[in-house]
């Protein structure tokens, strides 16, 4: 039983002094590839690095909504040059964060447009990063009707997650899904069906229930096949089957 990382962040210092060695075990642990994901230029240049290293890593490029108030069209330019490189294969992480509200919101709102926008001219999916901004997220990513996105770290609702799925919006859940109050997760889940969700770490947070507190990493990812079996009363090879092959046809991999 195979399964792909969708969404992980293997260039952050907790994986200094191991990084190389873990990434290089991850296809024998029965991880088929991972997406490392920038979120401003030097993670997504270390993310390149990685991509360029390891053949079952892959890139994606993006500024992440805590540094809109940083971001410029020269930024835009020096990402559109990274975003070419072969094996960068989707947009993000981009989106809105009104939780922390480290950038002033108009400020992430024209960051995400604009980044959209280079997303769509250069074909990539783009990763989209919602937290409490679910309505601004989806009035602004319904502006780019075509282009494929896949909503990480799902936090919404059930009627989100159809909403989402109504657009061919992609959703995909982290480990906090096997928390014990993850009953929202339980009904998004649900509601989206096995061929619409992708898995993915976050990783090094969003460690499951059993590691919860403690670095995550890839190969943690199989408590989170088990949970999606047991509420989707199917085999755990069912789900990984799924998520993997989803995985591939989203980011083309």
């Known amino acids: 039983m195979k399964i792909i990382d969708t969404h992980a962040h293997y260039n952050d210092k907790k994986f200094s ?33 990685l991509a360029e290293k390891f053949p079952h890593v892959y890139a994606a490029v993006g500024v992440h909504p805590h540094d809109a ?45 604009k980044q959209l926008i280079l997303a769509q001219k250069l074909k990539l999916p783009a990763i989209i990063h919602d937290r ?15 282009l494929p996105m896949v909503f990480h770290c799902y936090s919404g609702d059930a009627g989100m997650a159809r909403n989402l799925i109504k657009r061919g919006r992609m959703i995909s859940f982290t480990a906090n ?27 090094p947070y969003m460690a499951p229930q059993s590691h919860r507190g403690q670095r995550n990493d890839s190969t943690l990812m199989f408590e989170s096949v088990r949970v999606i079996a047991d509420w989707l009363g199917c085999a755990e090879e069912e789900v990984a089957k799924a998520t993997t092959a989803n995985a591939k046809r989203f980011f083309g991999i």
């Open 69 to 113: 108030r940083t971001f410029c069209d020269n930024m835009l330019e020096t990402m559109r040059r990274l975003a070419k490189k072969p094996k960068v294969v989707a947009y993000g992480e981009i989106g809105l964060d009104y939780y922390r509200n480290l950038s002033p919101r108009d400020m992430q709102q024209t960051a995400l447009r």
């Open 177 to 203: 899904i096997t928390y014990s109050k993850a009953h929202d997760a339980r009904d998004s889940v649900l509601a989206a069906g096995l061929e619409n969700i992708m898995l993915e770490t976050d990783c």
């Open 17 to 49: 002094h191991d990084r190389d060695t873990l990434l290089a075990a991850l296809p024998e642990r029965s991880i088929e590839a991972v997406i490392n994901v920038g979120y401003n230029l030097q993670s997504s240049r270390i993310s390149i690095q």
């Open 132 to 146: 409490d901004a679910h309505d601004d997220c989806l009035a602004i990513t319904d502006e780019f009707p075509d």
